[in-house]
């Protein structure tokens, strides 16, 4: 028999997080209904994004090379996010640790040269 009352506090953590994350969206909407300031209107349901309202349909083609820098961006901030643990860690990880991450760089390297030769960071 499994006993899972030691994680009733997990439960309960995640309960707490759900009922306070509800009512920081939920309360000042509710509030503005009672209050009288929800007074939705033309200008302020409309689109608007950095700082100019919309000028083009929204389902228009989209250049693919913005999500190819984005997914690159995202790759190597990952290495970043992963280089710091393990050079603090370096030293109870000892040879095996620094090789692993050795091969680990040595694929980012691979994938950087293969992105860079197919032309995915070359910008019009």
């Known amino acids: 028999m499994i006993d899972l009352s030691q994680y009733l506090p997990i439960l309960i953590f995640l309960g ?8 920081f969206v939920f309360l ?3 509030v503005s209904r009672l209050t009288g300031t929800h ?3 033309a200008e302020k349901l409309s689109e608007y ?3 100019f309202p919309a000028f083009e349909d929204p389902r228009s083609q989209f250049d ?3 999500y190819l820098v984005a997914i690159l961006f995202i ?3 990952l290495e970043a996010a992963f280089l710091f643990p393990w050079a603090v860690s370096l030293k109870e990880t000892g040879w095996t640790g620094w090789a692993t991450m050795m091969l680990f760089i040595f694929e980012l390297v691979i994938g950087l ?3 860079w030769k197919k032309g995915a960071l070359d910008w019009e």
């Open 16 to 23: 707490i997080a759900l009922a306070l994350s509800a009512l």
């Open 28 to 30: 000042p909407m509710g």
């Open 39 to 41: 007074n939705p209107n």
């Open 49 to 51: 994004e950095c700082g």
């Open 64 to 66: 693919v090379r913005f």
């Open 75 to 77: 790759i190597f901030d």
């Open 113 to 115: 040269v293969y992105a």
